[in-house]
Nanobody, 124 residues
Framework: QVQLVESGGGLVQAGGSLRLSCAASGRILSSHNMGWFRQAPGKEREFVGLIRWSGDITYYTDSVKGRFTISKDNAKNTVYLQMNSLEPGDTAVYYC?????????????????WGQGTQVTVSS
């Protein structure tokens, strides 16, 4: 089992930027995918993007393409979510998750391990 801890959330004005971090502990294999999800009040948990632990393959949902970037530091066991040009619609609790397979799965039920989440609020 992998333990995940997110940090970096906060309040930002529309058009601003934030970088979230997800520190992972436990056994992470090259076949793992590390993902980011978000959940706004009253809404389902939504896939944001993922990165393969081995290599730099990334995949994003359409609404964040060109604005959000996922990267990682394998030596620090940390995954990052750089968020630029933030919009009020990006307001949510952001979660990182790990999936022990390389297939792309965008539904939350397909990801077994989760962090506690970090709040991102974008004001207009």
């Amino acid at each position: 089992q992998v333990q995940l801890v997110e940090s970096g959330g906060g309040l930002v004005q529309a058009g601003g930027s934030l970088r979230l971090s997800c520190a992972a502990s436990g056994r992470i294999l090259s076949s793992h995918n590390m993902g980011w999800f978000r959940q706004a009040p009253g809404k389902e948990r939504e896939f944001v993007g993922l990165i393969r632990w081995s290599g730099d393959i990334t995949y994003y949902t359409d609404s964040v393409k060109g604005r959000f970037t996922i990267s990682k530091d394998n030596a620090k066991n940390t995954v990052y979510l750089q968020m630029n040009s933030l919009e009020p619609g990006d307001t949510a609790v952001y979660y990182c998750a790990v999936r022990p397979f390389t297939t792309v799965v965008t539904t939350a039920s397909g990801w077994p391990d989760w962090g506690q989440g970090t709040q991102v609020t974008v004001s207009s």
